[in-house]
């Protein structure tokens, strides 16, 4: 199972950015889908997170309102729609993904993968 992660550039604050990530050789499709960002000297958080079946979401406080996570069931892809970025939106943008399989009528596997990290930096 692969996660390809793109999307992530150079830009100027208030600019925008589409994230994606891409799971290719699984069976399963993705049940939860979530965006993780890490700044330098700062721990690693979760900016949003989808639950894909519902359509659920959440978002960090520092990202409502600007930020907006999708997933296309079809195409297996969590998106990150970034907009009015600003200059303390840049970290490395890390994908996770929870893959769910269904093994038989009574039993599924879950399994979650990361992506590699795309890096996203807002000059001032």
């Known amino acids: 199972v692969q996660l390809v992660e793109s999307g992530g550039g150079l830009v100027q604050a208030g600019d925008s950015l589409r994230l994606s990530c891409a799971v290719s050789?699984?069976?399963?499709?993705?049940?939860?889908g979530s965006w993780y960002r890490q700044a330098p000297g700062k721990q690693r958080e979760l900016v949003a997170v989808?639950?894909?079946?519902?359509?659920?979401?959440n978002y960090a406080d520092s990202v409502k309102g600007r930020f907006t996570i999708s997933g296309d069931n079809a195409k297996n892809t969590v998106y990150l729609q970034m907009n009015s970025l600003k200059p303390e939106d840049t970290a490395v943008y890390y994908c996770?993904?929870?893959?769910?399989?269904?093994?038989?009528?009574?039993?599924?596997?879950?399994?979650?993968?990361w992506g590699q990290g795309t890096q996203v930096t807002v000059s001032s």
């Open positions: 050789g699984s069976t399963g499709s993705i049940n939860v």
């Open positions: 996770k993904v929870v893959v769910t399989v269904v093994v038989s009528p009574r039993r599924v596997n879950e399994n979650d993968y």
């Open positions: 989808i639950i894909t079946h519902t359509g659920g979401t």
